[in-house]
């Protein structure tokens, strides 16, 4: 099996990285960052759904290509409040919560017009329109029966928006990786450092009393009054640089969460630092709210939450009732009921005596996948980052972790042997499981590194695993690692395939390499390699090699060398995924938001979330034997086949728990 998407482990991904990870920075706390309340049905929204994104088209069930998602919506990254239910953005999905008969409605890019399934930021404006930030997708906003989503095409200033707000002139801000946009309902405007900005990573925004504009950055904090522009940062008392939460009380004085620096309280003069030596839980905080009576929230990554009086600081754990110590956002009902979202735990609300956690009945164990395999049974394995292995039979989920035998919950690489065993490359190793048994093999066994990221076996039943310390060949008995010390061209490797001669190819941080049992030779865009970062490898039918790279797709027949390029149509040059189904055509996954690109061989066709795709993200691809493609991504793995569209989003039942 090949390969693909190993791309993690370079310092050329660490912007993307970046893309990756921010989307948790929401803007949670804050008066305007808070769902107005505003006149609305008391019932969930019909399921009469419409979506434009300059036009209006409605969902019409016809015999077609259909795309079905399946994620987690446990893992919440955002808040949104208002009095007919809780909306509840996840990295695989948006509730809505019935708060009256503990319901929800799951909306996907798949089932509606929401322009992605990672939902960072959350805001309801006074007529009630709710607008929805998203991870590479743009903006969706949804009136409750038409959605119409805005992108960069229309004047965002990027489509990775992490944070929303909504000032006393019905202007929405949106803080993006690209700066900050605002949208009068017709115009957009967008500010960046070269206006005054601080960093063009905008995490957090909040408004005051005074109408001025707070941006939580990269690179500090920035006031903006409208004509001016001015930036605070750690030379000025600021904890942090980067700011992930901003709220302002009813004194006026601006509350700053930061990235490993705590708290600091602005009165307009003077800093005040709060950390973990005063009694916040922990430095790293990602959510602020303020309650009816003052006091302020605080919710942290790791420590839980934190509520400050002014004189006393109170911290809330999983041993008090709250879901999960990782808290990224908070909002306040009007019953003055805390909620605070939790990544992997779901949504956990406080009245002051007793905790309430809802969550959702999900199979996938996280939505952060990073490979994918089909067993001759055709169950689906999904390696996930952090949440272990999920198996899907097509009705069933079943998961698996350390607890049962796993080697780590970081799952790089997933592959199948002729007798039915599965093989796992994690953070911790390898393991093997033949439906009973778990089996691990670390450096202690033979395994060149521990940090496995790709897997392939050869026509002998050889096992071949790439790691951050080159390749490990094991026969069943005896372990061979190859390194650059015997002729591979870098030790970082990222993707392995054999092709019908019994050759060895593989991806590498420094080209492509070829074994073929006794010699080495590399190929690296010297030779016409698209570029010499190869994340990803599939051999074809006809025996011609495609590499996933940095730069393109390059197709290498054994002479000749062809590349693809966005000049060609591919969707993004960076192709960490690829898969070739039983007619040929060819299925390329990229990253850095530009979804999926189909090559038959003469036409380009691309999927993003706009057609129904989990996330523009895509990491691995497999097609299974009735022709269905499947795309794991970091919002939840997206199926695309054909037949009837899903029907409108149906209330479905949360699980309740309660404690004490």
């Keep these: 099996m090949c390969q693909k998407n190993r791309f993690w482990y370079t310092v050329f991904f660490l912007v993307l990285a970046l893309l990756l990870i921010v989307p948790i920075l929401t803007a949670c706390g804050g008066n305007e960052k808070q769902a107005t309340v505003a006149p609305s049905p008391t019932h969930l929204p019909t399921a009469t759904l419409t979506f434009t994104t300059g036009a209006t088209a409605t969902l019409t069930p016809t015999a077609q290509e259909v795309w079905n998602t399946y994620s987690n919506t446990n893992f919440v990254r955002s808040l949104g409040y208002e009095e007919s239910g809780l909306w509840v953005g996840t990295d695989g999905g948006l509730l809505l919560v019935n708060r009256a008969d503990h319901t929800y409605v799951k909306y996907t890019s798949s089932n509606s017009g929401l322009a992605g399934d990672w939902v960072s930021a959350i805001a309801i404006d006074s007529a009630g329109n709710k607008w929805f930030g998203t991870n590479g997708g743009g903006v969706s906003k949804f009136d409750g029966t038409t959605w119409t989503t805005y992108t960069t095409a229309n004047g965002l200033a990027s489509d990775w928006v992490f944070a929303i707000a909504i000032d006393s002139a019905g202007n929405k801000w949106f803080g993006t990786s690209g700066g900050v946009s605002k949208f009068d309902g017709t115009t957009w405007t967008t500010y960046t450092t070269a206006h005054g900005l601080a960093g063009n990573y905008v995490y957090a925004i909040d408004t005051d009393s005074a109408s001025n504009k707070w941006f939580g950055t990269d690179g500090g904090v920035s006031k903006f009054d409208g004509t001016i522009w001015t930036t605070y940062t750690t030379t000025n008392g600021l904890a942090n640089n980067n700011v992930f939460a901003i ?43 303020t309650d009816s009576t003052g006091n302020k929230w605080f919710g942290t990554v790791g420590g839980g939450v934190s509520k400050f009086d002014g004189t006393t600081w109170t911290t809330y754990t999983t041993a008090n009732g709250l879901a999960n110590n990782a808290v990224m956002a908070i909002a306040t009902d009007s019953a003055s009921n805390m909620w605070f979202g939790t990544y992997s735990g779901g949504v956990s609300k406080f009245d002051g005596t007793t905790w309430t956690t809802y969550t959702t009945a999900n199979g996938l164990a996280n939505n952060n996948v990073r ?170 039918s006809a025996g011609n090699k495609w590499f996933g790279t940095d730069a393109g797709v390059s197709k290498f027949d054994g002479n000749t060398w062809t590349t693809y390029t966005t000049a060609n149509g591919l969707a993004s040059d960076l192709v960490s995924a690829i898969a070739i189904d039983s007619a040929g055509n060819k299925w390329l996954g990229t990253i850095g938001g530009g979804g999926v690109s189909k090559f038959d061989g003469t036409t380009w066709t691309t999927y993003t979330t706009a057609n129904g795709l989990a996330s523009n993200t895509v990491r691995a691809i497999a097609t299974d034997s009735a022709g269905n493609k499947w795309f794991s991504t970091d919002a939840g793995v997206s199926k695309l086949g054909t037949g009837t569209p899903e029907g409108p989003p149906t209330p479905q039942p949360l699980d309740i728990r309660h404690y004490p």
């Design 247 to 289: 709220d302002t009380d009813s004194k006026g004085n601006k509350w700053f969460g930061t990235n490993g620096g705590g708290v600091s309280k602005f009165d307009g003069t003077t800093w005040t630092t709060y950390t973990t030596a005063n009694g916040l839980a922990n430095n790293n905080v990602f959510a602020i709210d």
């Design 371 to 540: 490979d994918t395999a089909i067993d001759s049974a055709g169950n689906k394995w999904f390696g996930t980052d952090g949440g272990g292995v999920s198996k899907f039979d097509g009705t069933t989920w079943t998961t698996y972790t350390t607890a049962n035998g796993l080697a780590n919950n970081n799952v790089f690489a997933v592959d199948t042997d002729s007798t039915g065993n599965k093989w796992f490359g994690t953070s911790g190793g390898v393991s093997k499981f033949d439906g009973t048994t778990w089996t691990t093999y670390t450096t202690a066994n033979g395994l060149a590194n521990n940090n496995v990221t790709a897997i392939a076996t050869d026509s002998a039943g050889n096992k071949w695993f790439g790691t951050d310390a080159g390749v490990s060949k094991f026969d069943g008995t005896t372990w061979t690692t190859y390194t650059t010390a015997n002729g591979l061209a870098g030790n970082y490797v990222y993707a392995i395939d054999t092709d019908s001669a019994g050759n060895k190819w593989f991806g590498i941080y420094g080209g492509v390499s070829k074994f073929d049992g006794t010699t080495w030779t590399t190929y690296t865009t010297a030779n016409g390699l698209a570029g010499n970062y190869a994340f990803a490898i599939y051999i074809d």
